[in-house]
């Protein structure tokens, strides 16, 4: 714990340079004195002083090397407050036990705060370690998450450049299909468009509703039913009962066939062809021939094998047949005078009136269905008719309406031309982009893995700094005093009871009689050999040489003289320089100087970092 806070405190001690400042003005004050010392010894009789001031024994008279004289001073330490993290609470002065002059020792108790602003000071340190804490515990939890979310992007990005390739030319080939088919349409709408605009522009609509042959089919039709209907002698009313007889037909039978699918071809083409031969409602000899030779061929057909058959049904057929069965009751018939017919007259008769009344009904039949042609045939001439006025009349906006659609067709078509422009471009640097983080993934992978170790790096710092606060602020006032860690004597006190004291702020300014400087006057032709931190040799009269250092060299000019320019250099002591005071007469010699044997002064230097009778008093000291 005293390692942490002793490294905690010295971190902070650059924050404390402004502070010193104001301790300058102390040195400042205490350094005219021994400039005063110094002016008076510059006065004595020049040959003493020269006696005084010459080299030491054994120097070399190294010609290069810059000399100068001066006094030494006593160091002056400034105590600052290291508690420069607290935010909102203030520290709070309850007394002060010091007064300007005071002698202190290391450890001695010189300032209480009041309780009640250690204990706020307390609370706000606290909470900031927790919270310091508990944000690195988050960070801890989100550092595994991102990373997994890390590594999803750097294998999706590994994949995605695989894959690039084919998507890219599956994309192109999606893209040139639907152009393809946004041409399809748009050549098609302006074709459609074209041919109608070509019909309405050659009026070539009754050719395609074919009116004129519909018309004329309608004609010869009806023609040919008048002709036969005139030339057989048919009348409406055989012609709806023929039409009534069909329809209970086909309801007995379940809706059987047409009347005309039950005629024979030959009849039909016959009927219609009597027709069309004469047109004067008579027939020709052939006709009568073809006509009636089926009904004479049917006859001799059915002398005999028909007789009982077609008796069958009629009431006087049966007494007949009965008679011929029983030879007692067998009649003869009758001749038409009274006396008695020929054996099968009465048959023969019978069988002639059912051809005839057979015919009769094959020529209704016939005629029936050329009339059903006809109204068939006129519906078709009416039908299209109608269709063909309906176009013609709705020519002008059919019209329209192609052309609206061609131009939606075109605007679909320039859409898809330029998204097709535009895709293949989107496509081409999508391609592009997945390739490329493709061969960056890893270094990209690693960049966030890094980022992410440092931000959880900076979490931990966080935490370990609030902590660090919080025992250094323990350590320090922890119990609400202020202890002194050298001795020395107060020059100046800073601290006033009842106040805030700030962080980084100045609380006293004491003397260190275990430092001691050398303040000297360079010459401009000599001051820019010199620069802060290099060694110098510093020559004491009765106590030897030092080693030391250059601690600052003021840029302002010591002098007011425009011939001769000097500036302060001030060089502090190295070693043991405890047998020394302030006000000592002292010779500096910058760089590293030789002896008359060639020895720099520093290699002859004790164990004290002095040399000569310094290093031997040093020793007497010690025994």
Known sequence: MEHQSETLVKRRKWKNRLSIAAVIAVTAAIAMISIGNYINTRTTDTGQAEDEFA??????????????TGTTSVGVNAVTF??????????????????????????????????????????????????????????????????????????????????????YEDTLAQLEADYAQAKKEYDAAQQEYD???????????????????????????????????????????????NSNNNNNNGNNSGGGSNSAESMEPAALMTLSGSAGGTGDGKESESQKTETEEPTKTEDTAQTEPTTDTDTTDNPETDTDTDATDNPETEQKPSAPNGGERP??????????????????EWIVKTVSLLEQETQDAKTAYTTALEEYEDEISSAELNLQKLLNQLETARED???????????????????????????????????????????LERLQDEKEEAAGNLALFEE??????????????????????GRSLAGGSMIFAYSNPKQLSVSVSVSQNDIAKLSVGEKATVLIEEHGSYSGIIETINPVSASNSRTSVTYTVTVNLQGDVSGLEANLTANVIFGEVANRDGEPFNKKEGEHGQSGKADEKAHDREN
Do not use: C, H, W
């Open 413 to 455: 078509y320039t859409d898809a031309d330029v998204s097709y422009q535009k895709q293949t471009l989107s496509a081409k640097t999508a391609y592009e982009l997945s390739v490329a983080k493709g061969q960056t993934a890893q270094n990209d992978y690693q960049t966030q893995l890094t980022g992410l170790a440092d931000s």
């Open 195 to 241: 041919d109608y605009l070509e019909k309405v522009q050659n009026n070539s609509f009754y050719e395609e509703y074919d009116i004129e042959n519909l018309k004329k089919a309608y004609e010869e039709a009806y023609d040919l039913y008048i002709d036969r209907k005139k030339y057989y002698e048919v009348t409406d009313d055989e012609l709806k009962n």
């Open 343 to 360: 054996k099968g007259f009465g048959d023969a008769a019978r069988q002639e009136e059912q051809n005839a009344k057979k015919d009769r």
């Open 55 to 68: 080299p030491p024994e054994g120097f070399g008279g190294d010609k290069g090397a810059v000399m100068a």
């Open 476 to 497: 320090l006032v922890g119990d609400g005093y202020l202890y002194t860690q050298e001795g020395g004597t107060v020059l100046m006190l800073m601290a006033q009871e």
């Open 82 to 167: 290291d508690i420069d993290f607290l935010e909102d609470a203030n520290l709070y002065v309850e007394e002060v036990y010091l007064s300007n002059g005071d002698s202190v020792q290391a450890g001695d108790k010189y300032l209480k705060f009041t309780d009640a602003s250690i204990a706020d000071a307390r609370t706000e340190l606290e909470e900031a370690a927790l919270s310091a804490e508990l944000a690195y515990r988050s960070g801890i939890l989100s550092d595994g998450e991102s990373k997994l979310q890390a590594k999803y992007e750097y294998d999706t990005a590994m994949l995605e450049a695989q894959y690039a390739q084919q998507v």
